[in-house]
T-cell receptor
Framework: NAGVTQTPKFRILKIGQSMTLQCTQDMNHNYMYWYRQDPGMGLKLIYYSVGAGITDKGEVPNGYNVSRSTTEDFPLRLELAAPSQTSVYFC???????????FGQGTRLTVV | GNSVTQMEGPVTLSEEAFLTINCTYTATGYPSLFWYVQYPGEGLQLLLKATKADDKGSNKGFEATYRKETTSFHLEKGSVQVSDSAVYFCALRSNYGNNRLAFGKGNQVVVIP
């Protein structure tokens, strides 16, 4: 009954460092998403994927990269961390059109 | 493009008070509409949804009706509890285009005993 699992839960990075936020789902969902949540700004879509091998940019993709080699996994890569990337990151998945998304618990990232 | 607008500012109210959170949307075609809730330190959870005009979504005492004529999906609860303190997000998913979920900015609700 895991659903969407994100790791790590918390991370502090120095400016210029890189890291990968992991996301895996066990519901066999085709659609997966990465959002960032900033105070008072709601959720902004970073990248999304409609199936293994297919990814596309969302509203705020700059500074991030993704890959989708399997249905289950959708990692988010930060290559050169910047303070503007301090945020809470949520991964989500859904079966497809007109269905709700299931969210992970989030990763709180601080860049100093 | 698709967008969701929620009323500004946090909402503070006393236990057993009536809660309304306004949500209006702009979308192509006939979107599905959702309310998500985020409890402190947790991810978003689906609270309720409606997939066509005049549908009413309901769950845990919360209700919202899909009003196409006013492009609205206001969330209501007749008697709130302290445990309802959370952030509430309105969202839509369109049938057309890239089918992404678009979220409003969210409303912090604080219920005081």
């Amino acid at each position: 009954n895991a659903g969407v699992t994100q790791t790590p839960k918390f991370r502090i990075l120095k400016i210029g460092q890189s890291m990968t936020l992991q996301c895996t789902q066990d519901m066999n969902h085709n659609y997966m998403y990465w959002y960032r949540q900033d105070p008072g700004m709601g959720l902004k879509l970073i990248y999304y994927s409609v199936g293994a091998g297919i990814t596309d940019k969302g509203e705020v993709p700059n500074g991030y990269n993704v890959s989708r080699s399997t249905t289950e996994d959708f990692p988010l890569r930060l290559e050169l961390a910047a303070p503007s990337q301090t945020s809470v990151y949520f991964c989500a998945s859904s079966t497809g059109k007109n269905t709700e998304a299931f969210f992970g618990q989030g990763t709180r990232l601080t860049v100093v | 493009g698709n967008s969701v607008t929620q009323m500004e500012g946090p909402v503070t109210l006393s236990e057993e008070a009536f809660l309304t959170i306004n949500c209006t949307y702009t979308a192509t075609g006939y979107p599905s509409l959702f309310w998500y809730v985020q409890y402190p330190g947790e991810g978003l959870q689906l609270l309720l949804k409606a997939t066509k005009a005049d549908d009413k979504g309901s769950n845990k005492g919360f209700e919202a009706t899909y009003r196409k004529e006013t492009t609205s999906f206001h969330l209501e609860k007749g008697s709130v509890q302290v445990s309802d303190s959370a952030v509430y997000f309105c969202a839509l998913r369109s049938n057309y285009g890239n089918n992404r979920l678009a979220f409003g900015k969210g409303n912090q609700v604080v219920v005081i005993p």
